[in-house]
């Protein structure tokens, strides 16, 4: 059991743009005690729930996803950016700073009543977390949490996933801490 | 145990274009029992290997790759497309049938002597595994073999993988078989 999993989490600053620091997760893949540490962690908070359905989203997501997907006893759905998944989809908009941007899940991957865990590595502004959320629930699919390994608590990105169960593993207060 | 893996795969004619016919997996994943009986076709031949880093190949490769690496306790590495990766990365440049495309690993994912298996959801014509292969090898990784869970055998990407250890559960002989 690693109980300092931050200390895996590589800190890039100025990636993809000046101003950010980047929270690299690969560093605690690399490491098989930080990895697993992070996937009972991850795991601990929903083991008790049926869940159904385990919703990645593209494609650090897809990582701890299906590894949830795996360990609940739950299949695994990828939600991804448009034009990636090939049968037909339901999409959904939403709003980015600059622009905006999609997310879409095959039609009939989730059906009406399936208790769904949604999972991403960070959590930041929320917005595609939300997208992602607002989708399953066109899909008659009930949120039964939602999972990031990170989250940017400065962003306040859980304010926007209201009224769902959040659950992060590793919290930032600042962008520099 | 799901005996026929095939079936929970969805044949999806015309995509990405005209000719091609897309094979599937989110089916397969969307379904608990293939899904696990999936895992343990990939896992069983490589049970008895020590592996020290699975390396999954951007993005369908990080689902089945990251539960490689969970069952196998290996570190996992991903493999990706030119500018996701946030630090430092070693890079292999490979020819597509038209133009050409690069595979990224992070510096230091891999350390001299370590064996390495290597995971994609599928194997068409072999390009990006090879180059992730000759990557590993640059920075003195073994590769222990090379998995996937589909192969399109008629493209013969498993001679442009020889000399390692290819495992496929699922084989296509034609494109419209």
Chains 1, 2 share one sequence.
Do not use: W
Not at 50 to 55: A, F, L, S, Y
Not at 64 to 91: D, E, S
Not at 113 to 119: A, M
Request: glycine share 8%; net charge negative; proline share 5%.
């Amino acid at each position: 059991m690693v109980n300092d999993l931050s200390s895996y989490i590589r800190a890039v600053p100025g990636f993809p743009k000046p101003g950010i620091v980047f929270r690299d997760i690969t560093t605690l893949l690399n490491n098989p005690a930080a990895f697993q540490s992070a996937l009972e962690a991850l795991h601990a908070p929903f083991k008790q729930n049926r869940i159904d359905k385990v919703v990645g989203i593209e494609s650090r997501g897809f990582i701890f996803g299906a590894l949830l997907a795996n360990l609940l006893h739950a299949g695994f759905v990828p939600a991804r950016k448009p034009g990636k998944l090939p049968a037909t989809v339901l999409r959904e908009d939403y709003e980015l700073e600059y622009g905006h941007d999609a997310i879409e899940i095959h039609t009939g991957a989730i059906r009406a009543g399936e208790q769904i865990l949604v999972h991403d590595d960070l959590l930041a502004t929320g917005g595609t977390a939300a997208a992602t959320c607002r989708l399953i629930e066109r899909m008659h699919g009930t949120i039964v949490g939602v999972s990031f390994l990170i989250e940017l608590s400065f962003l306040n990105g859980r304010d926007r996933l209201r009224p769902y169960a959040v659950h992060s593993v590793i919290r930032y207060d600042a962008e520099n801490e």
